[in-house]
């Protein structure tokens, strides 16, 4: 098998809970094991950055949703979008019960890490849905990507890969390719 071919997995020590029904659950619950990834390890930068992601949670929801972390109130944004987010004060990332059950264990990877750097910028005061940006040019947005890319590429996955695992159907393909350009992953 072509190295380009072959199967890249998270590490050994993640593991997915697919049978949970919809609902809330702890972090580690749904993600059992993330916490002895070193990918996890490295998010935080404190013990208080450690104790904000030991306490986020996880909302299961029955809609076809990837994950996202629950806004505090409704960004303008998705106002204007026509996006019905889960609402949440606390640090929950969002995940939709297909994408837990079904997606491949390196994708579920790959998001929550993303999520958990964005559950991080918004302690930071950080905006995640500052409507200056475009998607492909938030700075939170590349940023929480670069985390998800840089981990892939560590664990082996190509470009090809990582094209498929970037697109998403909000971004027009002149926008993706761009997103490709900040994250430093080839066109074709």
Not at 5 to 23: A, H, M, Y
Not at 53 to 63: D, G, Q, R
Request: charged share 30%.
């Amino acid at each position: 098998m072509s190295p380009a071919r072959k199967s890249v997995e998270p590490p050994r020590e993640f593991s997915i809970q697919r049978d949970l029904t919809p609902g809330h659950y702890a972090l580690f619950k749904a993600f059992p094991g993330l916490e002895k990834v070193e990918a996890f390890q490295k998010l935080p930068h404190d013990d208080t950055e450690k104790e904000i992601l030991s306490k986020t949670s996880v909302e299961l929801i029955p809609e076809d949703v990837w994950m996202y972390v629950a806004p505090r109130e409704m960004p303008a944004l998705g106002r204007r979008a026509g996006w019905r987010p889960v609402v949440s004060q606390e640090d929950c990332v969002v995940v939709g019960h297909s994408h837990l059950s079904e997606s491949p264990s390196l994708i579920v990877y790959l998001d929550i890490l993303h999520e958990l750097c964005h559950v991080l910028q918004r302690h930071h005061g950080r905006e995640l849905w500052d409507p200056k940006f475009a998607y492909v040019d938030r700075p939170t947005e590349l940023e929480a990507y670069e985390v998800a890319v840089r981990e892939a590429r560590r664990l082996g996955a190509g470009d090809a890969f990582l094209r498929d695992y970037l697109r998403v159907e909000w971004v027009s393909e002149k926008d993706f390719r761009r997103l490709l350009k900040h994250l430093r992953v080839a066109p074709n």
